[in-house]
């Protein structure tokens, strides 16, 4: 092929620049905010920090109810943020776990074991996403009080796993369907179990899969804030996001924004360390027949 | 191992995934149609009483119902769009090597991968400033005009469609990007020599090529759009001037005390994705031939 001409180049090159400005304005513009100082809030230029600040974040971690200005402590809460953080790793990884283990133990007997009607078994599971959420979670809030759950992050782990188990195990299956027979064939010819076969070839092998299903489920649950907000009510037993949301607006503008970066930025660095890893697991679970 | 105990390791492999799926889904999804029939509501003394099909017959004879799955189909239909067109958008840059490609992968990775139940309050206040903020009169200003144009709530509506577009775009950028990735790159070549022009390669090669791809795309952004309530709620603070289904049904349980109403609202949506994603199988599914 011939090299490209300039005026080719510049037009690639500025459709990039486009979409890299288009996908990361929002995140920069959040980040700004929460650097700021509350004068330089008022008067700055919305778009730049001059004097960046980490007083917004220390202030999610040292807030008392110290009384501040005329109104009094009324207005100042504070907040039980450090338990908000352990709360949510605790959330997320418990869900991420189980989501991995429940989604490859059905992934592997859908695709793998085929049981009679497997095609129909992974299509009922998928169907689940057309179940409106919109108002499920009255009844499931029965469900979780029946079961003594409530006001618990247990409850959490119980009903984020579910959200993103129905793709899970449609990328597994698909995956585990499209090995060929010998990856584990000589293996069990040499009177290996078929659990030791599972453990010791088709396991370590999955991992790019396994990575894009762990990636998915953090996405997913890290995006929930109906459920975490509806079930979980005492300030100690808050994730991050259920926290957040009882943020005043006009009066903790600045402290939320910090409490969204603080966040978004270990979801974000797992996200980046592991995107490549999404990707490529995506693809080796839709390679058809590979 | 004999073919009956594998069917037997099979099913309890499976056992927990569906014990989880019954847990969560089984019983509300039950109680929604059940109550979808009565009259159920917190607000009310006495006893429930069945009503039939009354709460969808007034559902469907009231002009609210009309105008939220009117609103509801608009939104998930430019969403989609613009979520597919973004996307495919992103993957076709992102498929040719350049210098820099890892961190603009990343980029176009970061809007999904952010954890979008803050982002969106993030979002909130950034669109919707508190007074005191420097750029607070611009963006007032801008919600002047729009709510002007379209009616009282058009901005929070635009807030909420451009949301779910900045996020969903990035995630089918990188499903598409994956579908790229699976085609073997021969294909792509063997276009290039058959057609000189990139635009008709596009539609007979590229588009024919990432259909499963595609398909799983739309489904997952049609139920997100569908579904999509908690964004929509926490953008517009509640004051819901153009309902979507989602919104209107939560509304109607949590503001009205109205459960069967709310519960026959939102499980109109179930006929429409089921009969969606049943001709969406086919493409992404199919009852291909065993590899084995």
């Known amino acids: 092929m011939s090299p490209r001409p300039w005026w080719s180049k510049l037009g690639h090159g500025s459709l990039i620049l486009l979409a890299v400005v288009y996908c990361l304005f929002p995140i920069y513009f959040m980040l700004v905010q929460s650097l700021k100082t509350p004068e330089e809030d008022v008067f700055g230029n919305p778009f730049i920090v001059m004097n960046p600040t980490l007083e917004n974040f220390e202030e999610l971690f040292e807030r008392k109810s110290e009384v501040r200005g005329f109104v009094g402590d009324a207005l100042r809460r504070s907040y039980p943020f450090v338990d908000w953080i352990a709360n949510t790793l605790f959330v997320f990884a418990g869900?991420?776990?189980a989501t991995l283990?429940?989604?490859?133990?059905?992934?592997?007997?859908?695709?793998?074991?085929?049981?009679?009607?497997?095609?129909?078994?992974?299509?009922?599971?998928?169907?689940?996403?057309?179940?409106?959420?919109?108002?499920?979670?009255?009844?499931?809030?029965?469900?979780?009080?029946?079961l003594s759950l409530d006001d618990s992050m247990l409850a959490l782990l119980l009903v984020y796993p579910s959200m993103a188990l129905p793709f899970c195990v449609w990328m597994l299956s698909a995956y585990f369907q499209h090995l060929p027979r010998e990856v584990e064939e000589a293996a069990l010819i040499e009177g290996a179990s078929?659990?030791?076969?599972?453990?010791?070839?088709?396991?370590?092998?999955?991992?790019?899969?396994?990575v894009a299903a762990g990636i998915f489920t953090l996405g997913t649950i890290a995006s929930d804030f109906m459920i975490a907000s509806v079930f979980l009510l005492s300030p100690q037993n808050q994730t991050i996001t259920a926290g957040l949301g009882t943020?005043?607006?006009?009066?903790?503008?600045?402290?939320?924004?910090?409490?969204?970066?603080?966040?978004?930025?270990?979801?974000?660095?797992?996200?980046?360390?592991?995107?490549?890893?999404f990707v490529r697991g995506l693809t080796a679970s839709m390679l058809e027949g590979a | 191992m004999g073919r009956a105990r594998e069917i037997r390791l099979a099913y309890l492999l499976l056992a927990p995934a569906l014990l989880l799926l019954l847990t969560v889904l089984a019983y509300p999804v039950?109680?929604?149609?059940?109550?979808?029939?009565?009259?159920?509501?917190?607000?009310?003394?006495?006893?429930?009483?069945?009503?039939?099909?009354?709460?969808?017959?007034?559902?469907?004879?009231?002009?609210?119902?009309?105008?939220?799955?009117?609103?509801?189909?608009?939104?998930?239909?430019?969403?989609?769009?613009?979520?597919?067109?973004?996307g495919l958008g992103f993957a076709?840059?992102?498929a040719r090597p350049f210098r820099g490609r890892v961190l603009v992968f990343l980029a176009v990775f970061l809007p999904w991968a952010y954890p979008a139940g803050v982002s969106v309050i993030g979002w909130y206040w950034t669109l919707n400033p508190p007074t005191t903020t420097a750029y607070a009169p611009f963006m007032g200003q801008l919600k002047f005009v729009v709510d002007g144009a379209f009616g009282t709530g058009a901005w929070a509506f635009v807030s909420v469609v451009l949301f779910n577009i900045w996020r969903g775009s990035s995630f089918i950028g990188v499903l598409l990007l994956a579908g790229i990735n699976a085609v073997p790159p021969e294909l792509f070549e063997c276009a290039v020599l058959e057609s000189k022009s990139a635009w008709r390669r596009f539609w007979l090669v590229t588009v024919p090529l990432l259909k499963p791809f595609l398909a799983l795309a739309v489904f997952l952004s049609l139920t997100s759009a569908f579904a999509d309530l908690a964004n929509v709620w926490m953008l517009t603070a509640g004051r819901i001037v153009f309902p979507i289904?989602?919104?209107?049904?939560?509304?109607?349980?949590?503001?009205?005390?109205?459960?069967?109403?709310?519960?026959?609202?939102?499980?109109?949506?179930?006929?429409?994705?089921?009969?969606?994603?049943?001709?969406?199988?086919?493409?992404?599914?199919?009852?291909?031939?065993?590899?084995?």
């Open chain 2, 92 to 94: 076709l840059l992102l």
């Open chain 1, 101 to 146: 283990v429940i989604s490859v133990a059905a992934g592997y007997a859908l695709g793998r074991l085929r049981p009679p009607g497997f095609r129909w078994w992974r299509r009922a599971m998928f169907a689940t996403y057309v179940v409106p959420q919109t108002i499920l979670f009255i009844p499931l809030f029965q469900v979780v009080q029946a």
């Open chain 1, 247 to 277: 943020f005043d607006v006009a009066l903790d503008e600045l402290a939320a924004v910090a409490g969204v970066n603080l966040l978004a930025i270990p979801v974000v660095t797992i996200s980046a360390v592991f995107a490549r890893g």
């Open chain 1, 95 to 97: 869900s991420v776990l």
């Open chain 2, 30 to 86: 039950g109680w929604e149609v059940w109550t979808s029939f009565t009259d159920l509501s917190p607000l009310k003394d006495g006893s429930t009483s069945y009503v039939g099909l009354a709460n969808y017959g007034r559902l469907l004879a009231g002009a609210e119902f009309w105008q939220a799955a009117f609103v509801t189909i608009a939104y998930a239909l430019v969403t989609s769009v613009a979520k597919l067109a973004l």
């Open chain 2, 245 to 292: 289904i989602g919104t209107h049904a939560y509304f109607l349980a949590i503001k009205a005390g109205q459960f069967g109403p709310a519960s026959a609202l939102s499980l109109t949506l179930v006929p429409v994705l089921l009969g969606l994603l049943l001709v969406l199988f086919r493409y992404f599914d199919p009852p291909r031939q065993e590899t084995a």
């Open chain 1, 194 to 210: 078929r659990a030791t076969a599972f453990f010791r070839i088709i396991l370590p092998m999955s991992r790019p899969v396994l």
